[in-house]
């Protein structure tokens, strides 16, 4: 790299130096910002940009509204969010130093009416005395009516960040899962010297780091490596690692999130850097990266100093001034102050004399000074201020000088436009302590650094307290071999390049005593000294109860600059030590991660899988209204035009069935082909009632009970062989069914040669019910297989072939309570048989019915379903307890003789009539007596499924009332308060439509 | 007397073979499939039979074997396995394995059941890492690598044919169309169209 020049000064971009930094200088682009046009280059950020040209001012403050510049050049950013881009694309805070500039970026400031310059709200400074820590608490407390027409709008109005967009976005968003044998996490001159020797050993390396360029602080700071600009070591490891197939750079990819088993989350953005994705391509991109060593090499933020006016524009970090200078080519300031503790701040008086900035005072709180400080002062010819502290930044969109308390109390003022300020580093441990890990205080480097670390996570670089470029390669190198030969390979020494020795020397200063002006711990929050001095005094002197009562540490920026500082001045407040205060630890992400990323492809219709049954397509032909069951899409009712409304629809279909014959979808109950010697044996432990006696070609209903006794789901079981069970479970139970099942075979009952396979989807399945089901059936079966009353009979089933041929099963089952068949054949034929069935139905009128009409005409034959199997019913609850074999082991049997599932108080199912016929029943209500007062106490059960019945003309019911079967004829009330109804209802028998169960059987 | 016949129909709704340099995505719909189960103790017999007949032993870890007579292979769970083969001159692998393996074990019919999806080229690695969450890398998962997982919350058993790579994907027959969209958003930036 270029040695930085001076500025042009003139014309567009004022502040971009004559060279240096790793900018394309050949290619001028524009952005707007605030409606302004303003040119910058590629490899710019917005900061750098804006810097370039001079803007200084980019937002007002949270609370206080007050004038905010840009503070860092990283992902720490406080201060300078903006909203990016417009429409369906503008996305509020985003950092304006992280944000890539392209040509056509627009961004707008944020938190100001009407103007950035102009801001109405910043007469919340003038009365800041009331918006102190805990004034959300203190107060708006009465009356409490008004917080939520008031008091919150109008906070919020006045305190709210940037605004989202109201459209949807129109980006897409991907996920994707990589493995590694080494993931390095940043790509420093640590992470690249770590991933450079884990590299060689063929190991598998995923390099991520959250910039677009690689290389860090090496860049930022212009240093020498083997003698040559840093700039060209990096892109020689670059090429070597780009080259190597066993590699995978992640650029623009913050790993947010440590998470078990060496699992990171990271999300890589994409696209961010254009004015819009390539074609296909995402927005972002979510990783899931699984390693089996991890080396952290996340570097260090630089932590401020809290003076008063800190937060003015033109405050910044030392370490992001060197960046803008060295990375950028952009002299942030004119005239500038550097104000340190340690010797590393130090440096950026050099930087910025080379780039022909006045530097016009270096102050060090530190009164003795080390060699390497004097040095740095006499060859910049700089004035040295020892053992002073800058007190205040003055000035008011932009500072404009400081105020300096020298080692003898004297007050300095100097004039200057830059304040470069450094309170020492703190490193970024955010993913050590993920996992519950506590970080541990440093009393040489005064920061916190890594407890114990995450199984196969190491460190390298800043993060571990090697601040000094020299022992982070020298770490780095060390921390990917060894990482590597953890992982089986063999390593050899990687040569760790030179870089000078450099000083780390420090000595703390968190705060300046007696500061000119409101002196800031969080910017993004707005918290200063007295917020925190206010909350000791307070109590809440605990670092959780500070970071909440102040709302410091929160937000998009997780206080990274604020943190160590606040809890340095809550022990210094307390007279205890800084691991004494303890420290919050963080919980993921890092940084921010959009909802779109997370969401990735499953949004909207895309949410969850859709499961679509074989008639599909010829229904959604006929206009069905579809419903969502579980996965699934069945048809709820078939509309036919002229019909108003979805109840004459379903009363049509119902007596259709009734009457003629209806066809419908029943492809989605679950299917389970069983098979096996023990197959039966099997079956009467799974099921409540007996099995034993079922013959080969006959069906029977078979309920499932849970260990406690409460009903799992029920379905048919069908024999088709000697060892050949076929068993249906309901459609919204078929998984839960299979894996207890499974569950059963292989824990419980491992003995038994039983094998069990799902066969769902592999028969297309329709349901033909009515009088004139059988006649129906006879134009398709062929004509070999007997299906009349004498050789077809009610709970029959047999294998058969349809159409000439084709393989089939017929079951004679009815849910309806018509004459009824189940007939399945292989799920490709299953769009052409019901359009084979509609069609050779025609003569009999016959109809297709969805799941609305066999809902209706099941609560009418008042056979139980989802809301009766609820998890909390027994078999005698539901009225099947006569069913319940008492000459067998089954599971469910013991517990569920348990006296509370054995009351005979216990709510028992029966139907319900509406007293007066035209009202409407719903289910939900409870049950009382006429003449009670409602209360849990009187409380006699609920209603669970309810049905306008065609066949009754008028409103049927079925719940569960207390001794139920014992009062048929009574009158109870439904109450529903919820939707204001109460209603009298006669308690009757459940079944309301042929209650002999003559029709079943022809 | 009714019609005589039933068509078979496509269970890809909304689909569009994809073809190009960087991946090519194909339905095989023309497949005879059956799972079957080692009846209890029988798993020996079992893998005689099946070496009688094709050739290949049984495998006994998540992996495919092709064997003679075009049938391969895949395990399906302890002494379960998946069999595919082409469905040419009207073969049925459930019919045929009931007359190979009689009572050694229980068979069936997956042939409607299951749809298998093939995806070749060299992103088609890229593409499933984006809803499978296996580690499929070249020294992790080769060819006749076999895996019981799920692709975007979408159950499948997944195995790898060839090197170039290429895998195929089986799934249930009703969740065609989600993992479609799927396929075809995670393929879309290696300049495939979407549907």
Redesign the interface.
């Known amino acids: 790299m270029a040695t930085p020049g001076h500025r042009s000064g003139t014309g567009s971009q004022p502040n971009r130096l004559d060279r240096g930094g790793l900018i394309d200088r050949s290619r001028t682009i524009r952005f707007t910002f605030d409606g302004k046009t303003y040119t910058g280059h590629p490899g710019d950020t917005l900061a750098s940009a804006l810097l370039a040209n001079g803007v200084v001012l980019t937002g007002r403050s949270f609370k206080y509204h007050r004038p905010r510049g840009i503070l860092s050049a990283g992902s720490e950013e406080p201060n300078a969010l903006v909203e990016l881009r417009d429409g369906a694309r503008r996305e509020p805070n985003t950092k304006a130093t992280m944000a890539e500039l392209f040509d056509g970026l627009s961004a707008t400031s944020q938190n100001r009416w009407p103007s950035l310059e102009f801001d109405v709200m910043s007469i919340n400074s003038l009365l800041s005395p009331v918006f102190v820590a805990g004034f959300y608490y203190k107060t708006f407390m009465w009356p409490s009516a008004l917080w939520e027409k008031l008091y919150e709008p109008m906070i919020r109005r006045a305190a709210g960040l940037g605004r989202a967009s109201d459209d949807a976005d129109p980006d897409t968003y991907d996920k994707a899962t990589a493995f590694a044998d080494v993931l390095v996490i940043g790509a420093g001159s640590a992470g690249l010297m770590a991933a450079l020797s884990a590299a060689r050993t063929g190991a598998r390396v995923i390099l991520v780091d959250e910039n677009a360029a690689l290389g860090g602080r090496a860049i930022d700071d212009a240093a020498e490596i083997d003698g040559k600009p840093a700039a060209d070591w990096v892109r020689s490891v670059e090429t070597e690692l780009s080259q190597a197939k066993n590699v995978r750079i992640l650029r623009r990819t913050t790993a947010f999130g440590a998470y078990d088993g060496g699992t990171y989350g990271a999300v890589e953005r994409v696209s961010d850097h254009l004015p819009k994705a390539a074609e296909g391509a995402p927005r972002q991109r979510l990783w899931r990266l699984v390693a089996k060593q991890t080396v952290l090499a996340s570097g260090a933020t630089e932590r401020p100093i809290v003076f008063g006016g800190n937060d003015r524009p033109g405050v910044m970090l030392a370490g992001a001034v060197r960046t803008y200078l060295n990375r950028f080519g952009v002299a942030p300031g004119q005239r500038a102050v550097v104000f340190t503790n340690n010797d590393y701040g130090a440096t950026t008086v050099t930087a910025l004399k080379r780039a022909g900035v006045d530097v016009v005072a270096l102050v060090d709180s530190r009164p003795e000074l080390s060699e390497q400080v004097k040095r740095i002062a006499g060859e910049a010819g700089t004035k040295l201020i020892s053992g002073g502290v800058v007190t205040g930044a003055v000035g008011k969109k932009r500072v404009t000088g400081v105020t300096i308390q020298t080692r003898t109390d004297d007050e300095i003022k100097l004039e200057c436009d830059l304040v470069a300020v450094s309170g020492g580093w703190n490193p970024n441990i955010q993913l050590t302590t993920h996992q519950g890990s506590r970080p541990v205080w440093n009393d040489t480097l005064h920061c916190f650094l890594p407890g114990v670390l995450p199984h196969g996570m190491s460190l390298a670089g800043a993060v571990a307290g090697d601040l000094a470029l020299h022992k982070a390669l020298a770490g780095g190198a060390t921390a990917g071999a060894s990482a590597a030969t953890s992982t089986g390979r063999q390593a050899t020494p990687t040569a760790v390049p030179k870089a000078a020795e450099e000083s780390e020397a420090i000595t703390p200063l968190w705060r300046v005593k007696n500061p000119n002006g409101k002196a800031f711990v969080d910017q993004q929050n707005d918290v200063t000294a007295s917020d925190v001095e206010l909350a000791e005094r307070e109590g809440f002197r605990a670092v959780e109860h500070l970071k909440r009562y102040t709302t410091l540490g929160m937000a998009t920026d997780q206080g990274r600059t604020a943190n160590v500082n606040a809890l340095a001045i809550m022990a210094e407040i307390t007279g205890r030590s800084i691991p004494e205060t303890g420290i919050t630890v963080a919980r993921p992400p890092y940084t921010p991660v959009a909802l779109g990323a997370l969401a990735g492809h499953h949004r909207e219709k895309n949410f969850k899988p859709t499961r679509l049954p074989p008639s599909y397509r010829w229904a959604k032909e006929q206009g069905a209204v579809f419903v969502e069951t579980g996965l699934w899409l069945r048809p709820a009712y078939f509309p036919r035009p002229g019909e108003k409304d979805w109840l004459e629809t379903v009363k049509r279909e119902v007596t259709t069935v009734r009457s003629a014959v209806g066809i419908c979808d029943v492809s989605t109950l679950g299917k389970v082909d069983l098979q096996g010697a023990d197959a039966a044996a099997f079956l009467d432990k799974i099921y409540m009632n007996g099995l034993k006696t079922l013959g080969i070609g006959k069906a029977r209903y078979g309920g499932m009970l849970r260990e406690d006794g409460i009903f799992l789901d029920d379905g048919t079981v069908a024999r088709f062989g000697e060892n050949h069970y076929f068993i249906t479970t309901t459609t919204a139970n078929a998984v839960k069914a299979v894996q207890h099942m499974e569950y059963c075979h292989q824990w419980l009952f491992p003995e038994m040669d039983v094998q069990i396979v799902s066969a769902t989807e592999q028969w297309a399945q329709y349901a033909v019910a009515g009088p004139k089901s059988r006649e129906l059936l006879q134009k398709v079966v062929d004509p070999e297989f007997d299906i009349t009353d004498a050789g077809f009979n009610y709970l029959q089933v047999g294998e058969i072939t349809v159409c000439g041929g084709i393989k089939a099963r017929l079951y004679r089952l009815s849910f309806s309570g018509e004459r009824a068949y189940e007939i399945g054949v292989p799920a490709r034929y299953g769009d052409a048989l019901i359009r084979r069935l509609m069609e050779a139905g025609q003569e009999f009128g016959a109809c297709a019915y969805g799941t609305e009409a066999l809902g209706v005409m099941r609560i009418e034959k008042g056979h139980i379903s989802g809301p009766e199997l609820n998890g909390t019913t027994t078999p005698r609850d539901v009225g099947l307890g006569g069913m319940v074999s008492s000459k067998k082991d089954f599971i469910g049997h013991v517990l569920g003789k348990r006296p509370g599932l054995t009351d005979p108080d216990r709510p028992t199912l029966v139907g319900f009539r509406p007293v007066d016929r035209q009202a409407r029943l719903r289910s939900g209500a409870h049950f009382i007596a006429r003449d009670a007062v409602p209360s849990a106490s009187t409380d006699e059960g609920y209603m669970t499924s309810v049905a306008f019945s065609p066949s009754n003309g008028h409103w049927v019911g079925l719940g569960f009332l207390k001794r139920g079967p014992d009062r048929i004829g009574e009158i109870v009330r439904a109450y529903d308060p919820v939707r204001g109804g109460d209603t009298l209802v006669e308690v009757v028998s459940p079944v309301f439509v042929d209650p002999e169960g003559v029709r079943v059987r022809g | 007397?009714?019609?005589?016949?039933?068509?078979?129909?496509s269970?890809f709704?909304h689909w569009k073979p994809v073809a190009n340099s960087n991946l090519t995505v194909d339905a095989r719909e023309t497949l005879t499939m059956a799972?079957f189960?080692a009846?209890?103790?029988k798993k020996d017999e079992l893998n005689a039979a099946v070496r009688a007949a094709y050739g290949v032993d049984l495998p006994k870890t998540p992996s495919r074997v092709e064997g003679q007579q075009g049938v391969a292979f895949v395990w399906a769970g302890p002494e379960?396995w998946l069999a595919v083969a082409e469905r040419k001159d009207g073969r049925d692998l459930e019919t045929e394995f009931k007359k190979t393996f009689g009572p050694l074990?229980?068979v069936?019919?997956?042939?409607?059941?299951?749809v298998v999806v093939r995806i070749s080229g060299p992103r088609a690695r890229?593409v499933l890492?984006?809803?499978?969450?296996?580690?499929l890398?070249e020294?992790?998962f080769r060819p006749g690598s076999a895996a019981i997982t799920h692709a975007?919350?979408?159950g499948v058993i997944l195995w790898q044919i060839d090197d170039k790579p290429t895998y195929e994907v089986a799934l249930?027959?009703?969740?065609?169309?989600?993992?479609a969209?799927?396929l075809l958003?995670?393929a879309?930036?290696?300049?495939?169209a979407?549907a």
Do not use: C, N
């Open positions: 007397m009714a019609k005589q016949g039933l068509t078979a129909t269970a709704l799972s189960a009846a209890k103790g379960q074990a229980s069936v019919d997956q042939s409607d059941g299951r890229e890492a984006k809803g499978i969450p296996l580690d890398h020294t992790a975007s919350h979408i249930f027959r009703s969740y065609v169309d989600s993992f969209h799927w958003d995670s879309a930036e290696y300049g495939v979407h």
